[in-house]
Each structure stands twice: as structure tokens, then as C-alpha cells.
């Protein structure tokens, strides 16, 4: 028994919990912690890419192969001819909210001026609601997604005019 006592120490609910708040306080999206032969991962949002988690994928024929762009935050320009538009993107899959619940207005709508810090959606993952904030400044001209649609780690969920 005298070696169980550490890795209900790693495991207490509380203490998952406490790491839990640190990371979104924080911002983080990964904890990774070992006590002896014990580890816990902790990870917020979509896996990152490496060779325990990566997705197996089929194999791309060349003539259809269209040069990667992975989201290097959840926003990024659309086009060439619309370098003022952002879109704000899922930061994970999950089930897309623009309300804190059915009977409450939208966070945003069409015509609203956001900043980096506001809150624009909730996205449900695994029953835990989470906050998106817009993370750019401007004006929304377009929600991309409705009410309770599912939505995947990348997709674009609104546009926002950063002309302001």
C-alpha cells in the first residue's frame, strides 16, 4: 500500500479539476505530467499532431492534392481579394452555440464590432461548454454556422471585417 499513495495523489479529482482551471486561465492546451511510473495528459481542444496521436490517413492521389494550410490560430485571411476579412475558426470539435442558452440572444450577430477578447459562441465538447472569443478585431459580417450543427477543429464559424 505504501507505493499506491502517490498515484492517488496524481489522480484526485480535485486536483484534476485545479489543472483543468490553470490551463484555461492560462491558455494552454496540453498538460503533461508523471509521478514515477504514472502519467496523466491533459489536453484541451483538438490533439496535437505527433506520432502517438496522429490520424491515420488514406493515401492522396498527387493530381488531387491541394497544398496544406493549417490554421496557425483560429483566425486567418479568406482571400487574396478579401485581406480585411478574418475568420474565426473552431478551436475543437464539438457541437457549435452562438447563445449561453436557447431562450438567451446571441453573443454576436451580423453587424456587431468584436474585439479580441469577446465572447462570440460556446462550443460543446464532451458535455464541457466552451467560451470562443473572437481573438481579432473588426465587425462580423457573416455567421457561417447555425444553431446546435456540429462543427470540426478548424472550421470557420464566422467572418469578421477587420477594417473595422
Known amino acids: 500500500m505504501a507505493g499506491s499513495g502517490p498515484q492517488q495523489d496524481i489522480f484526485d479529482v480535485r486536483k ?10 492560462h491558455e494552454l492546451s496540453e498538460i503533461d505530467l508523471r509521478q514515477g511510473d504514472t502519467r496523466i495528459q491533459i489536453r484541451r481542444g483538438a ?14 492521389l498527387p493530381a488531387l492534392e491541394k ?14 481579394q478579401e485581406e480585411h476579412i478574418a475568420l474565426i475558426t473552431s478551436p475543437m470539435v464539438g457541437t457549435f452555440y452562438p447563445a449561453p442558452d436557447p431562450d438567451a440572444p446571441p453573443y454576436v450577430k451580423v453587424g456587431d464590432h468584436v474585439h479580441p477578447d469577446t465572447t462570440v459562441c460556446i462550443i460543446e465538447a464532451m458535455k464541457v ?5 473572437a481573438e481579432v478585431s473588426g465587425k462580423i459580417v457573416a455567421v457561417l454556422v447555425d444553431n446546435g450543427e456540429p462543427v470540426e477543429y478548424g472550421q470557420p464559424l464566422f467572418k469578421v471585417d477587420t477594417r473595422r
Not at 16 to 25: A, F, Q, S, T, Y
Request: net charge negative.
Open 47 to 60: 490533439p496535437a499532431a505527433g506520432p502517438e496521436n496522429s490520424p491515420v490517413q488514406p493515401p492522396r
Open 129 to 133: 461548454f466552451n467560451e470562443i472569443q
Open 16 to 25: 484534476i479539476r485545479r489543472l483543468v482551471e490553470l490551463m484555461k486561465e
Open 67 to 80: 497544398p496544406a494550410e493549417a490554421p496557425e490560430s483560429r483566425t486567418a485571411a479568406a482571400t487574396p
